[in-house]
């Protein structure tokens, strides 16, 4: 009878350490398994952060732009209208990249207005023979003049325009 109860104790021994055993295997399996979640998510977490950080980048970018166009458009502006009455000719030209600068910058400024009332005000003051010079650039003028989709560019792009065609007729 001893002899059964010795192994009985034994019995119950093995049966605690395949108990252990399995909990130990299925601990391990849990920890391979919490450790990969982490290092998915770090792969992931990293995809977030990069995304994020290139969208940054891209508004960034976006408002330096913006910024750089109402820089260049105001420092257009500027001495367009302090020299208006002085040299017609030359501020038309600064009055139509101010006007395309700060369009590009908003284009509801109150200012691209200002610009094409400035340029409407000037045009019966402006020496024809003077601007007809202008002839290279008028078609980047023209070009600006298009791209603002303002009621107000219309007279302007008229008055380009004649003179287009003023100089076409002294040349035949």
Request: overall charge positive.
């Amino acid at each position: 009878m001893q002899e059964c109860k010795k192994f009985e104790n034994l019995d119950t021994k093995y049966r605690v350490m395949e108990c252990c055993n399995f909990f130990i295997g299925v601990l391990s399996i849990l920890t391979t398994v919490l450790l990969a979640w982490q290092i998915i998510n770090v792969v992931f977490f990293e995809k977030r952060i990069r995304r994020a950080i290139k969208k940054s980048e891209k508004r960034m970018k976006k408002s330096i732009e913006k910024t750089e166009y109402k820089i260049s458009g105001y420092s257009i502006l500027s001495p367009a209208l302090s020299s208006a009455e002085i040299q017609p000719e030359h501020s038309f030209v600064q009055f139509v990249y101010a006007a395309e600068y700060l369009y590009l910058y908003d284009n509801e400024c109150e200012d691209v207005d200002l610009c094409l009332e400035q340029l409407n005000n000037i045009i019966p003051k402006i020496n024809k023979k003077r601007l007809s010079k202008i002839g290279e650039i008028r078609e980047d003028l023209l070009r600006a003049l298009f791209s603002l989709k303002n009621e107000k560019s219309k007279e302007v792009i008229h008055f380009l325009l004649s003179l287009s065609n003023n100089q076409s007729q002294q040349k035949q």
